[in-house]
């Protein structure tokens, strides 16, 4: 089992920056992939950030302005976001991911709440 711990969500104005941290309780060298998805309301899930071995990929939204990252002393993934925009406003859910055997077996987080609004 994974357990994840998402923080630093909250409200700011469009143009600003919020920075989301996820602890994993287990060492991230055990997993396979980590990523931040968000859900706005009434949308699906979707993926905004992934980091795989050191390989990052982005949605296309998010490209330059979002850095996703991790640090495996602390099993910490971060997102940073920067130039915030209005429909970036959404549940963000990390994610890790394992492959056991021939399974994908996903993770998730709790979920935290970030508002873009004036």
């Known amino acids: 089992q994974v357990q994840l711990v998402e923080s630093g969500g909250g409200l700011v104005q469009p143009g600003g920056s919020l920075r989301l941290s996820c602890a994993a309780s287990?060492?991230?060298?055990?997993?396979?992939?980590m990523g931040w998805y968000r859900q706005a309301p009434g949308k699906q899930r979707e993926l905004v950030a992934r980091?795989?071995?050191?390989?990052?990929n982005y949605a296309d939204s998010v490209k330059g302005r979002f850095t996703i990252s991790r640090d495996n002393a602390k099993s910490t993934v971060y997102l940073q976001m920067n130039s915030l925009k209005p429909e970036d406003t959404a549940v963000y859910y990390c994610?890790?991911?394992?492959?056991?055997?021939?399974?994908?077996?996903?993770?998730w987080g709790q979920g935290t709440q970030v508002t873009v609004s004036s």
């Open positions: 994610n890790a991911r394992r492959i056991v055997g021939a399974n994908i077996v996903d993770y």
């Open positions: 287990v060492s991230i060298f055990t997993i396979y992939a």
């Open positions: 980091i795989t071995s050191g390989v990052t």
